[in-house]
């Protein structure tokens, strides 16, 4: 059991990290941070933290475990500020969706005490963010993938997947980089033709109209349209890269159905139609055959 949990980010993620922390006994009491000073006294008045603290530092000092649930682009400072904090035997981690950018954060910020740092991507989420939508189910037969380097201290990245496990998830290791590809795919490209779909569909002079015509189609298509601007900014140009990349091969598939539709070539549009259908069917989640 950890003595203390320093939660830094009070939000949807952090909060449901900590109910669920708290349920599974592993933990005695939870000091919470977030940028709102509200969001620090509503996630108090919910139960999901024991005390606030004014700033990052504060939250991190004494804690035993340490969980950033922040925006990406905060990261790096916030690794600046608890760094005295951190002890030879305190278990830092995230959440975040990019872990490249996160490592390398943690690299220049954390110094001689990176080792203590364990990145995480927990596979889960919802498309509203917020305490009052802390979920202690959250992680439950969840995927949560890990992206230790040769610096991570080997009892942290054991008491990493330990906790994780303990909480019901499936832990995954792999790198930064083959975490960061994977997910501009299957992930971050998903929610950009999402975003995308939305603004097209409203700069119409007729897309309300078209929207109050809407079934369960576009209401599965588009969920992830909902999702907390602030942090998609702050994970689509974390990962432009592999994104952009992503983007283009996309654009060439969608370039191919246009042409065949334009063309008239209905043998041709069923086959490619059929391909992604037959993928879609066959696609079964979880699957660990991630690269290293």
Request: hydrophobic letters at 40%.
């Given at each position: 059991?950890?003595?203390?949990l320093?939660?830094?980010g009070c939000?949807l993620?952090?909060s ?15 000091v919470?941070?977030?940028?709102s000073?509200?969001?620090t006294?509503r996630?108090?008045s919910m139960?999901?933290i024991?005390?606030?603290a004014s ?6 000092l ?5 969980l ?11 690794f ?8 030879a035997?305190t278990l830092?981690?995230d959440?975040?969706s990019?872990?490249r950018?996160v490592?390398?954060a943690a ?9 203590a740092?364990?990145?995480c991507?927990?596979?889960?989420g919802?498309?509203v ?10 992680y439950?037969?969840?995927?949560v993938?890990?992206?230790?380097i ?8 054991q008491?990493?997947?330990?906790i994780w496990?303990?909480l019901?998830?499936q832990v ?9 590809a994977?997910?501009a ?7 950009l033709?999402a975003?995308a779909?939305m603004?097209?569909?409203k ?5 309300q109209d ?5 079934g369960?189609?576009?209401r599965d298509?588009?969920?992830i349209?909902?999702s ?9 140009l974390a ?6 990349a992503?983007?283009?091969?996309f654009?060439q598939?969608?370039?191919?159905l246009e042409a065949q539709?334009?063309?008239g070539?209905?043998e041709?549009l069923e ?8 993928t ?7 699957s660990?055959?991630f690269?290293?």
């Open positions: 059991m950890f003595e203390q320093g939660l830094i939000g993620m952090g449901s990290f900590a109910l669920a922390l708290k349920r599974a006994g592993l933990v005695r009491r939870v919470g941070y977030s940028k000073s509200g969001t006294e996630a108090r139960g999901v024991d005390a606030g700033t990052a530092s504060m939250a991190a004494g804690s035993d475990i340490v950033l649930a922040i925006p990406v682009s905060a990261t790096e400072a916030t600046e500020a608890i760094r005295p904090c951190i002890g035997a830092v981690m959440v975040g990019t872990k950018d490592v390398e690299c220049r910020a954390l110094q001689d005490q990176v080792g740092f364990v990145a991507h927990p596979i889960t919802k498309e963010s917020g305490v009052e939508h802390a979920d202690v189910n959250l439950q037969g969840k995927q993938i890990l992206t230790p040769e610096t991570t201290l080997h009892a942290q990245l008491q990493a997947t330990d496990t303990a019901g998830c995954i290791q792999m790198s930064p980089q083959a975490h960061d994977a997910y795919a299957v992930s971050h490209l998903p929610h033709i975003f779909f603004n097209g569909i700069s119409q002079a007729r897309g078209f929207m109050a015509l809407a369960p189609g576009f298509f588009t969920r349209a909902a907390n601007p602030e942090v998609w900014r702050d994970i689509l990962n432009r890269e592999e994104l952009l992503q983007s283009k091969i654009q598939c969608l370039l191919a539709i334009s063309g070539t209905a041709a086959s490619g139609i059929r391909q992604a259908s037959e879609r069917a066959t696609w079964r989640v979880p660990h055959n690269p290293k």
